[in-house]
């Protein structure tokens, strides 16, 4: 809906696979903790991007 949001989300789509392949602990396959603040980085720029364009009364 916001063509300015491309390239953020772009980023973000890999964060998808966090819903599902490191949920439980000890799995084998566990993400590094650089990927892991990588991941988390990227996360809370989508969300204060998107937080930035709501409306100030709809806003945390």
Do not use: H, N
Request: glycine content about 4%; charged content about 30%.
């Amino acid at each position: 809906m916001d063509p300015t949001l491309k390239g953020l989300i772009d980023r973000a789509v890999p964060l998808t696979e966090y819903a599902w392949k490191f949920r439980y602990p000890g799995e084998p396959e566990e993400p590094s903790l650089q990927e892991a603040e990588e991941a988390l980085a990227t996360a809370r720029e989508v969300c204060t991007a998107i937080v930035a364009r709501l409306p100030v009364e709809a806003r945390p």
